[in-house]
Each structure stands twice: as structure tokens, then as C-alpha cells.
């Protein structure tokens, strides 16, 4: 992942553009029983965020429920996970894929031409469709919404790949 990514998500995270805070503990983490789910970036190379996740002040209200991330024309599109594939077609004359993860996140796609269908298994890294139209302000084919929702709740899909582990207080030099 690039030092941009990188700095992004855990900016997003510091700032409180991550995860949405739940009231009950372990949102992120996999259903009791399910195996971790590893996340990968849905396009391969250097990744590029274009325009990053902006929560919004409530259920309704404007924001950017995911990031965009620069891409080519024509270029593929990989499941960031494994999953099964909950919808695959066209909303509002855009191509959305949208894929169900063990650990009941779910992250969709768009504007791609979907290559799978509903109902089928995929595995991470696998070609899911390719970049094709246009999203926001992108120029055609130039970037991939990617977002991230579990119960409804849209977080930033940059925290899916990093993993910071415990914090741990050390003491100041003197």
C-alpha cells in the first residue's frame, strides 16, 4: 500500500473518519465463530485516493460513504475480500457490485460492468468487473467509489486495511 494510503487511513482513524462508533463492542470484528477476514485494495498497483471517506453528520445527510481511488479505463476491478456476491447490476445507470464478507461487512463497487453474478463465491484478489463510466466529479473511467457499510453503518473501507494491534503507552525520553 502506498505511504498516501497509509497516511489516509490512519488519519481517518485518528480524526474519527473511521469506523462508526458502536454501542456495542467488537463492530469490527468477525461474527463469533467466523474466521478474521483479511481485506486487500479492489484495484492492483500503486493505489491513489482521489477523494476520501467524509462521514455524514447523520443517516440522511450529504457525505462521501466511501473513498475514490484512481484508476485506468477498462481496468479490473478485485474483491477486496472473500465473499459472496449480493448484487451485481445497474443503480441510478451505473454498474455496483457488492460483496458479503463473513464478518458482515459488506463493500461495494462502482462504476464497474460487473463480471459475476449474484449469489456467487469470491475470493480475494479475484477480477469482480471492470472500471467503467463515471462517479462524482471523476473524469470517465478515472476512479473506483469503494465503500464499506455494516448494519447500515457506512465507515471509511481504508480501515479494513490496516490493522494498528493494541496501543501502548511508553514512557517520554528524557
Known sequence: MSRVAVVTACAALVLGGGPPRPSRPGFLASAPGAAP????TPISGRVTVLRAFRAPPGPYSAGHRGVDLGSGPGQAVLAAAAGRVRFAGAVAGR??????????????????????????????????????GTHGACEPGRC??????????????MALLVRLGPVRLLPWPT
Do not use: K
Not at 37 to 40: D, E, G
Not at 117 to 123: A, F, I, L
Open 144 to 157: 473506483l467509489h469503494w465503500g464499506a457499510r455494516r448494519d447500515s453503518a457506512y465507515f471509511d473501507p
Open 37 to 40: 477476514v483479511a481485506y486487500a
Open 95 to 132: 454498474g455496483v457490485v457488492v460483496i458479503e464478507h463473513a464478518d458482515g461487512v459488506l463493500t461495494e463497487y462502482e462504476p464497474v460492468t460487473p463480471a459475476v453474478s449474484v449469489g456467487e463465491q469470491v475470493s480475494r484478489g479475484q477480477p469482480i468487473g471492470r472500471v467503467s
